[in-house]
């Protein structure tokens, strides 16, 4: 049966509170995700209270001002700080986004729970293996398969089939909407998931591209595609406002158009 | 069942993510096709039941006129309303229909209540 | 002779013990060897491993190919799907009121050829369109072989006796109506 319970060994231990300024003017309570790969521990959820006033907007502004001020031992991925890399993807309150682009101030009241990416392996803290995610990309062999001679300039491409790639092309592959789908947290060895579909789909709609014959044959299976039952975790979840979903339905939908 | 490699913890999942109608939705409408499943196997024990006659014909009479027989069929007509405008709305999918976030959520709405609406007009029609 | 039988087990004993000092040395030799091996993996590329797991990876997700199935199947769910909307529509506004009446009724109404070949069309269409869906449902839940492939097989099964209840119960209804 798919596990829907934790394995034993994820299940959470307890925290530490850490301490908080005693002088804050707004404060606000994070509870983070904690797990050392040097210790036999549980993972658990510390509990870190800042001062907003102290702090900026973001809530990766408050995770670096916990690693500054706080705890430099706590683990993440981040680089660009707005929203291109992809790096800082985790799990804020319940739902995924990019750390970098969430605002603090729409989280509510109340502490703000932030854990990893969901039903990942957990290599520390709020780092998750990803390892799989990049073997699937790889497979759908994201790169133009162009036949006939090599151009002598760039391949061109009319401005209405340039446009076919919007929606698809911006991903930075965060894997959000991935780690949001039930059916690839019970699945995801067989079945590729929305960013990864995506991708596959930006490929499949490139006007350069001379495969997609090919690319549909590897597509045409009840786990690599068809595990997509349009449940929109993912597409609610894009913290770049794409649409994986939709893009998947067009997949299916050219897969029965040769039908 | 994916083979773990090493003994790292798995991340919080469907313990820790928020619902949004969307996904509930999305849940019902996999328990309605579960009921309506049971409720067709149902069906072709009805018709079957009414050919044989006899023993099989009452008894089967008097399970649905039962008060369980009625909830059933209750539970029945609002799993089939349900599955059936929700359905509506995964065809519209299927053909790259409705897929913004606004409008997925205001079909989700609109086939909760079709739903409902469907089944209050067969129960009155039942009753009356 | 007892003297010679004792000295014969003292010197087995001694060959023993000699055996089993030499064997915890050589295990010892082993396990340093192993460590050693280990250390030297480790420093001298240390890229391998994460290589070989990428490797790995690769692998699992490709396994053995896509099957060329699933678009059938998704066609087939859907084209059922448009076909049960009016049939479905159908059975909500005239069956539900027949499920409770009396059986003579019931089955009078049920043995009128155009309400039998409409009910037929419904169950026999909502069978395969249920068959599909619950096969889906369990695969995506019951990962190992057996139990999928034994709890498919069973859905298929009952499926299949329903069906063919459905169609002879409706031929002796209609025949029944028409012969009464």
Same mark, same amino acid.
């Given at each position: 049966?798919?596990?829907?319970?934790?394995?034993?060994?994820?299940?959470?231990?307890?925290?530490?509170?850490?301490?908080?300024?005693?002088?804050?003017?707004?404060?606000?309570?994070?509870?983070?995700?904690?797990?050392?790969?040097?210790?036999?521990?549980?993972?658990?959820?510390?509990?870190?209270?800042?001062?907003?006033?102290?702090? +900026?907007?973001?809530?990766?502004?408050?995770? !670096?001002?916990?690693?500054?001020?706080?705890?430099?031992?706590?683990?993440?991925?981040?680089?660009?700080?707005?929203?291109?890399?992809?790096?800082?993807?985790?799990?804020?309150?319940?739902?995924?986004?990019?750390?970098?682009?969430?605002?603090? =101030?729409?989280?509510?009241?109340?502490?703000? $729970?932030?854990?990893?990416?969901?039903?990942?392996?957990?290599?520390?803290?709020?780092?998750?293996? !990803?390892?799989?995610?990049?073997?699937?990309?790889?497979?759908?062999?994201?790169?133009?398969?162009?036949?006939?001679?090599?151009?002598?300039?760039?391949?061109?491409?009319?401005?209405?089939?340039?446009?076919?790639?919007?929606?698809?092309?911006?991903?930075?592959?965060?894997?959000?909407?991935?780690?949001?789908?039930?059916?690839?947290?019970?699945?995801?060895?067989?079945?590729?998931?929305?960013?990864?579909?995506?991708?596959?789909?930006?490929?499949?709609? =490139?006007?350069?591209?001379?495969? $997609?014959?090919?690319?549909?044959?590897?597509? =045409?299976?009840?786990?690599?595609?068809?595990?997509?039952?349009?449940?929109?975790?993912?597409?609610?979840?894009?913290?770049? +406002?794409?649409?994986?979903?939709?893009?998947?339905?067009?997949?299916?939908?050219?897969?029965?158009?040769?039908? | 069942?994916?083979?773990? /490699?090493?003994?790292?913890?798995?991340?919080?999942?469907?313990?820790?993510?928020?619902?949004?109608?969307?996904?509930?939705?999305?849940?019902?409408?996999?328990?309605?096709?579960?009921?309506?499943?049971?409720?067709?196997?149902?069906?072709?024990?009805?018709?079957?039941?009414?050919?044989?006659?006899?023993?099989?014909?009452?008894?089967?009479?008097?399970?649905?006129? /039962?008060?369980?027989?009625?909830?059933?069929?209750?539970?029945?007509?609002?799993?089939?309303?349900?599955?059936?405008?929700?359905?509506?709305?995964?065809?519209?999918?299927?053909?790259?229909?409705?897929?913004?976030?606004?409008?997925?959520?205001?079909?989700?709405?609109?086939?909760?209540?079709?739903?409902?609406?469907?089944?209050?007009?067969?129960?009155?029609?039942?009753?009356? | 002779?007892?003297?010679?039988?004792?000295?014969?087990?003292?010197?087995?004993?001694?060959?023993?013990?000699?055996?089993?000092?030499?064997?915890?040395?050589?295990?010892?030799?082993?396990?340093?060897?192993?460590?050693?091996?280990?250390?030297?993996?480790?420093?001298?590329?240390?890229?391998?491993?994460?290589?070989?797991?990428?490797?790995?990876?690769? @692998? @699992?997700?490709?396994?053995?190919?896509?099957?060329?199935?699933?678009?059938?199947?998704?066609?087939?769910? @859907?084209?059922?799907?448009?076909?049960?909307?009016?049939?479905?529509?159908?059975?909500?506004?005239?069956?539900?009121?027949?499920?409770?009446?009396?059986?003579?009724?019931?089955?009078?109404?049920?043995?009128?050829?155009?309400?039998?070949?409409?009910?037929?069309?419904?169950?026999?269409?909502?069978?395969?369109?249920?068959?599909?869906?619950?096969?889906?449902?369990?695969?995506?839940?019951?990962?190992?072989?057996?139990?999928?492939?034994?709890?498919?097989?069973?859905?298929?099964?009952?499926?299949?006796?329903?069906?063919?209840?459905?169609?002879?119960?409706?031929?002796?209804?209609?025949?029944?109506?028409?012969?009464?």
């Amino acid at each position: 049966m798919a596990e829907f319970r934790l394995p034993p060994n994820s299940r959470l231990g307890q925290g530490k509170t850490w301490d908080s300024p005693s002088d804050a003017k707004k404060p606000r309570e994070f509870r983070v995700y904690r797990f050392d790969p040097a210790s036999d521990d549980h993972p658990r959820m510390d509990s870190f209270t800042l001062d907003l006033d102290e702090t +900026g907007p973001m809530v990766l502004d408050a995770i !670096l001002k916990i690693i500054d001020e706080v705890d430099p031992s706590l683990a993440l991925r981040r680089s660009c700080r707005e929203g291109v890399c992809g790096s800082c993807a985790m799990n804020i309150n319940g739902k995924n986004g990019l750390a970098c682009l969430t605002h603090i =101030d729409e989280q509510g009241d109340g502490p703000i $729970t932030l854990t990893p990416l969901p039903h990942l392996e957990i290599i520390k803290d709020l780092v998750g293996s !990803l390892e799989t995610l990049y073997a699937q990309y790889e497979m759908i062999e994201p790169w133009m398969k162009a036949d006939g001679p090599e151009p002598e300039r760039e391949r061109l491409q009319t401005p209405e089939d340039r446009e076919k790639l919007n929606g698809s092309y911006e991903c930075v592959l965060c894997f959000c909407c991935a780690t949001a789908c039930p059916s690839y947290w019970w699945n995801g060895d067989k079945y590729l998931g929305p960013a990864v579909l995506l991708q596959a789909h930006r490929w499949l709609a =490139d006007s350069r591209d001379d495969h $997609t014959g090919e690319r549909l044959d590897a597509l =045409d299976d009840p786990f690599r595609l068809y595990r997509c039952h349009t449940i929109m975790n993912c597409t609610s979840a894009c913290p770049k +406002g794409l649409n994986p979903a939709k893009a998947i339905a067009e997949t299916k939908r050219k897969l029965a158009q040769r039908r | 069942m994916t083979a773990r /490699s090493t003994t790292r913890p798995l991340s919080p999942h469907l313990q820790h993510y928020r619902p949004e109608i969307t996904s509930i939705l999305s849940v019902l409408h996999r328990a309605t096709g579960i009921v309506l499943g049971l409720g067709a196997v149902g069906l072709a024990w009805w018709i079957t039941a009414l050919a044989l006659g006899g023993s099989a014909q009452s008894v089967t009479h008097w399970l649905l006129t /039962s008060w369980l027989g009625y909830l059933a069929l209750f539970g029945w007509t609002f799993a089939l309303g349900f599955h059936l405008c929700n359905g509506v709305r995964h065809l519209f999918w299927d053909a790259g229909m409705g897929f913004e976030m606004d409008s997925v959520r205001r079909s989700g709405k609109a086939a909760v209540g079709g739903a409902l609406l469907l089944t209050v007009i067969v129960w009155i029609v039942v009753i009356v | 002779m007892s003297d010679a039988k004792n000295t014969d087990k003292k010197s087995k004993a001694d060959d023993a013990a000699k055996d089993t000092a030499k064997n915890d040395d050589q295990q010892h030799q082993n396990d340093k060897q192993k460590d050693e091996i280990k250390v030297a993996r480790t420093q001298t590329d240390p890229s391998l491993l994460t290589r070989l797991a990428q490797r790995t990876a690769y @692998r @699992r997700a490709t396994a053995l190919g896509a099957s060329g199935t699933g678009a059938a199947i998704w066609t087939v769910q @859907r084209m059922t799907a448009l076909a049960l909307i009016p049939l479905a529509l159908w059975f909500l506004v005239s069956i539900l009121s027949m499920l409770h009446a009396p059986a003579t009724t019931a089955a009078a109404w049920l043995g009128a050829p155009w309400n039998a070949a409409l009910i037929g069309a419904f169950v026999l269409v909502a069978l395969r369109h249920g068959t599909i869906g619950f096969r889906v449902i369990l695969e995506d839940y019951v990962h190992s072989e057996g139990w999928r492939v034994a709890s498919i097989a069973l859905v298929y099964a009952i499926a299949a006796l329903s069906a063919l209840a459905t169609v002879v119960g409706l031929a002796v209804l209609i025949f029944t109506h028409i012969g009464g």
